[in-house]
């Protein structure tokens, strides 16, 4: 449903909407085929682990130390690193029509992502998102991580808009169902077309 308030802001994820994810599932699945880790130890130790990289609780090389390399490996630290930001793919599409709106109607970019620090930084400077971002409210820069509801509220403060002023769009319904109960105006991500359509549906036509 359309916003009768003009929108001024537009809080976007990263994951699934402008790039591909950074170290999901499927990541982890070609990680352990090509290192020729246990797949059983390394998913439990990555599921008791990542949570709090991604709030900035911990460096990428102390993940490391806990998932992978708690044991000697025939792999250094930077091997697996490289693989790991190797793995993000850009969406050219979504990434120009978030340029395109920008332009055109001079609103705010505000990232609210779960991330962790160095993968954050990596796929923000080498897919040109610093280009298109006015704030980053990532989750290992706040300390809070969707679905954690304050992630929103610190988002709001930060860019100083009203819930109504904003368009926070999301591939994950879980977290839209969250920020709607903030007021805030979404659009669940499943695809290029559907996404610029709803936009429009919002004052925000390219």
Request: charged share 25%; glycine share 6%.
């Amino acid at each position: 449903m359309s916003s009768s308030q003009k929108i001024t802001t537009l809080f976007l994820d990263i994951g699934g909407v402008l790039l591909s994810n950074g170290w999901d599932r499927k990541a982890r699945k070609l990680a352990i085929e090509k290192f020729g880790l246990d797949a059983v130890e390394t998913e439990e130790r990555h599921h008791l682990t990542f949570d709090t990289y991604e709030e900035g609780k911990l460096t990428l090389d102390e993940y490391l130390h806990r998932v992978v390399f708690y044991a000697p490996r025939s792999f250094t630290p930077d091997d697996f690193r490289a693989f790991m930001f190797a793995q993000t793919e850009p969406f050219p599409d979504m990434l120009e029509l978030i340029r395109e709106v920008k332009a055109r109607h001079k609103v705010k970019i505000a990232i609210v992502n779960n991330e962790g620090r160095e993968l954050n930084a990596h796929r923000i400077h080498h897919f040109g998102i610093g280009e298109i971002a006015d704030f980053y409210i990532s989750s290992c820069f706040v300390h809070f991580r969707k679905p954690d509801a304050d992630i929103y509220r610190i988002a709001l403060d930060i860019a100083q808009v009203k819930p109504q002023e904003v368009v926070y769009i999301e591939d994950r319904s879980m977290f839209v169902d969250v920020a709607r109960g903030l007021d805030i105006n979404s659009i669940c991500h499943t695809g290029y077309e559907s996404t610029k359509a709803a936009l429009a549906t919002y004052g925000l036509a390219v």
